[in-house]
């Protein structure tokens, strides 16, 4: 337990560092736009509004847009999922496809969510305001360890087989 | 007599304790959300505490009221012929959201009062730290070039404030409920999720 909270933390810091520093951004920014495009695709296949500019999703009929910043685009929740994977012991297969599995679980409710606050915004600022900051911030981090405690398990039953 | 629970479908003990934590989490959040203006007090009584150990004595009191901590601060601010003193406003919520997860998780894993009372005096300094960095980037960065001068920040005092926001407001608020969640029921997560010992 102590081997993996000090890993834990070591992972943690050095990819948040990592995200931090200039070639992380590099990295973050056209994820960012990625991340802008996808929402606005889903959105497109709802009722085909939605026009992405960089990290910035629009309604071309109201006008409404959302801005995709640090804390939405998903990231932050990856990097604490890979600390959590890659420091528990498990073997690097186990650890490749908990990884690949987490992420995708990871940015399809970060779609999700990017989606229901473009909806959540036209209709009721207040609304917005609170799935915002508070709700979705905690289902996203209540989704990383849902993940986490199932990807464990299988690990943890796959060594005791 | 067949054995009344042949044929029942059987969820696992992780996705008992997910549906459970949903179950709680509305509750919580709304607990959090009436509870937030005597939350905010010691909130603010420890950001104070942490924004006090510049050395620079910027903050002279704190005030509070609508789930918002309001420091007070020794700068002056001057608006044609008026003149004020900076007031950084930070609220209690924002960066506290954690609170209502960590309570559903504990809730979830069935853990003591004593337990979650641990919990909650383990989360208020990272919540603190948040709104600390907060007020003092919104004193050395964020109110005009003025107040940044009078300040006393250096540039690189202020590098070391954005990391520390960027540290309270990306990472603290998500990463610190969940942590001090699965270490205070380490041995709930070992015995029922994990499966290792029973299941």
Redesign the interface.
């Known amino acids: 337990?102590a081997r993996f909270?000090v890993a834990?933390c070591l992972v943690?810091g050095a990819l948040?560092a990592f995200e931090?520093s200039p070639p992380g951004q590099a990295a973050v920014r056209p994820w960012t736009s990625l991340v802008a495009s996808a929402s606005a695709g889903m959105i497109r296949e709802i009722d085909g509004t939605a026009r992405a500019y960089g990290n910035t999703v629009s309604d071309t009929k109201t006008g409404f847009a959302v801005s995709i910043e640090?804390?939405c685009n998903g990231v932050?929740?990856m990097i604490?999922l890979l600390a959590g994977m890659l420091a528990f012991p498990a073997s690097w297969r186990q650890k490749l496809a908990g990884i690949v599995v987490g992420v995708l679980a990871v940015q399809l409710l970060n779609l999700v969510r990017i989606v229901s606050l473009f909806y959540l915004g036209q209709w009721s600022p207040s609304a917005f305001e609170w799935a915002h900051?508070?709700?979705w911030?905690?289902l996203?981090?209540?989704d990383?360890?849902?993940v986490w405690?199932?990807w464990?398990?299988w690990v943890?039953?796959a060594k005791?087989q | 007599m067949g054995d009344p629970r042949e044929g029942a479908v059987r969820i696992?003990p992780?996705w008992q304790?997910?549906l459970r934590?949903?179950a709680w989490?509305p509750l919580c959040?709304a607990a959090w959300y009436f509870a937030a203006d005597w939350y905010a007090r010691p909130l603010g009584w420890i950001a104070r505490f942490l924004v006090s150990l510049d050395g620079q004595g910027l903050v002279t009191s704190l005030e509070f009221g609508n789930r918002v901590i309001v420091f007070v601060t020794r700068l002056e601010i001057h608006e044609g012929v008026r003149t004020g003193v900076l007031t950084p406003e930070v609220s209690a919520?924002?960066y506290t959201?954690?609170l209502?997860?960590f309570l559903a998780?504990m809730l979830a894993s069935k853990a003591s009062w004593r337990r979650i009372l641990l919990g909650v005096a383990v989360l208020l300094p990272f919540e603190a730290w948040s709104v600390a960095f907060d007020a003092l980037t919104q004193i050395a960065i964020r109110s005009g070039f003025e107040v940044t001068v009078r300040s006393g920040y250096s540039a690189w005092g202020r590098e070391v404030l954005a990391?520390g926001y960027?540290?309270g407001?990306?990472?603290f608020?998500?990463?610190a409920?969940?942590?001090t969640w699965g270490?205070l029921e380490?041995r709930f997560?070992?015995e029922k999720?994990?499966?290792?010992v029973s299941s």
Request: no cysteine; charged share 5%.
């Open positions: 337990m909270a834990f943690l948040f931090l640090a804390g932050e929740a604490v900051l508070y709700v911030q905690a996203i981090m209540l990383v360890l849902i405690l199932v464990m398990r943890t039953r005791a | 696992s992780v304790f997910v934590a949903f989490l959040f919520l924002v959201f954690g209502p997860l998780l990391l960027q540290l407001a990306l990472i608020p998500t990463v409920p969940i942590i270490f380490r997560i070992a999720l994990a499966g290792s």
